[in-house]
């Protein structure tokens, strides 16, 4: 009896062991997380209380964190001498292209080099990978003196256009997704008669769709927040994208703070619903583009 109770007792004080420093660690983990998330949250609320705060507000001391009136003037004052409605079809323009064009090019390309055997695959996509170590500064210069002897300065085309000739660092996530599906299914369809096209477009992509989301919203997320672009090709205010247009509104309505938040606030918050409705999708292709490589 006395032994049994003894034994009893180890294995209590045992999970007590081992019990407290996992919940310490868990306590410690996810006050750390709380705080980073508290201080990188705090530029974003800053302009969204800004945009619904009154002038006396806005420029009281001590700082007013919360607004004392609400108002939607600064979002009128806004829009009244920003036009979002037109800056926001020319980004959607961009992005939406963009991101079919990167999906496309950088998918078929990394089925080339997972899925079928050449000599030369290994070289190559060593090769595609050392382009992302050329800085874009240093081709800045000869991109933009090509665009202008093509006749594409002042429009779209160079900022949409070489997204479809593949991006080396999707072309990485996908081939790394691509090696993760079995080969059988590739080899049962070439049994079947199926071409190489036929198992890219029917077999593979609908099973990639996580890693293409992936890159999808990669590449809206880079093409909306794109400044350097814009502002390298395009001059005609008609054409200007919501970065582009906000970056010559603040240096227009530089003092005029409450307007500025708000039209910052106009132009993230599309940024943010995408990604609150597509984050589970885009998690899960960024899990998944690591499996095997």
Same mark, same amino acid.
């Given at each position: 009896? +006395? !032994?049994?109770?003894?034994?009893?007792?180890?294995? @209590?004080?045992? %999970?007590?062991?081992?019990?407290?420093?996992?919940?310490?660690?868990?306590?410690?983990?996810?006050? @750390?997380?709380?705080?980073?998330?508290?201080?990188?949250?705090?530029?974003?609320?800053?302009?969204?209380?800004? @945009?619904?705060?009154?002038?006396?507000?806005? &420029?009281?001391?001590?700082?007013?964190?919360?607004?004392?009136?609400?108002?939607?003037? &600064?979002?009128?004052?806004?829009?009244?001498?920003?036009?979002?409605?037109?800056?926001?079809?020319?980004?959607?323009? $961009?992005?939406?292209?963009?991101?079919?064009?990167?999906?496309?090019?950088?998918?078929? !390309?990394?089925?080339?080099?997972?899925?079928?055997?050449? %000599?030369?695959?290994?070289? /190559?996509?060593?090769?595609?990978?050392?382009?992302?170590?050329?800085?874009?500064?240093?081709?800045?210069?000869?991109?933009?003196?090509?665009?202008?002897?093509?006749?594409?300065?002042?429009?779209? *085309?160079?900022?949409? =256009?070489?997204?479809?000739?593949?991006?080396?660092?999707?072309?990485?996530?996908?081939?790394?997704?691509? /090696?993760? $599906?079995?080969?059988?299914?590739?080899?049962? +369809?070439? *049994?079947?008669?199926?071409?190489?096209? %036929?198992?890219?477009?029917?077999?593979?992509?609908?099973?990639?769709?996580?890693?293409?989301?992936?890159?999808?919203?990669?590449?809206?997320? @880079?093409?909306?927040?794109?400044?350097?672009?814009?502002?390298?090709? #395009?001059?005609?205010?008609?054409?200007?994208?919501?970065? #582009?247009? #906000?970056?010559?509104? %603040?240096?227009?309505?530089?003092?005029?703070?409450?307007?500025?938040?708000?039209?910052?606030?106009?132009?993230?918050?599309? =940024?943010? !619903?995408?990604?609150?409705?597509?984050?589970?999708?885009?998690?899960?292709?960024?899990?998944?583009?690591?499996?095997?490589?």
């Amino acid at each position: 009896m +006395a !032994v049994a109770t003894s034994a009893r007792a180890g294995r @209590a004080a045992s %999970r007590n062991t081992t019990w407290w420093p996992k919940l310490a660690e868990a306590i410690v983990a996810h006050a @750390a997380l709380i705080t980073l998330s508290v201080i990188f949250a705090i530029p974003f609320f800053w302009m969204v209380s800004g @945009a619904l705060k009154t002038g006396p507000d806005m &420029n009281a001391f001590p700082v007013v964190w919360f607004p004392t009136t609400l108002t939607l003037e &600064n979002f009128i004052a806004g829009v009244q001498v920003f036009p979002f409605l037109r800056y926001l079809f020319n980004t959607l323009v $961009i992005c939406v292209f963009s991101m079919v064009g990167a999906a496309l090019s950088s998918s078929f !390309v990394a089925y080339g080099l997972s899925r079928i055997e050449w %000599r030369w695959r290994t070289p /190559l996509f060593v090769i595609i990978l050392s382009t992302m170590m050329i800085p874009f500064y240093v081709t800045m210069v000869p991109l933009f003196t090509m665009f202008r002897a093509m006749g594409w300065v002042n429009t779209y *085309l160079p900022l949409i =256009v070489p997204h479809f000739f593949g991006v080396p660092f999707f072309i990485f996530l996908l081939r790394q997704f691509f /090696l993760s $599906i079995p080969k059988e299914m590739s080899e049962s +369809a070439r *049994l079947d008669g199926a071409n190489e096209l %036929r198992i890219y477009w029917q077999i593979i992509l609908p099973l990639a769709k996580p890693a293409l989301a992936a890159v999808a919203l990669f590449q809206f997320l @880079a093409s909306w927040n794109d400044l350097l672009g814009p502002l390298i090709y #395009l001059s005609d205010a008609d054409t200007y994208t919501l970065s #582009l247009g #906000l970056t010559f509104f %603040r240096g227009e309505y530089a003092t005029q703070f409450g307007p500025l938040m708000a039209a910052s606030t106009v132009v993230v918050i599309p =940024v943010i !619903v995408v990604f609150f409705f597509a984050q589970r999708t885009f998690i899960q292709g960024i899990t998944l583009t690591g499996v095997k490589g």
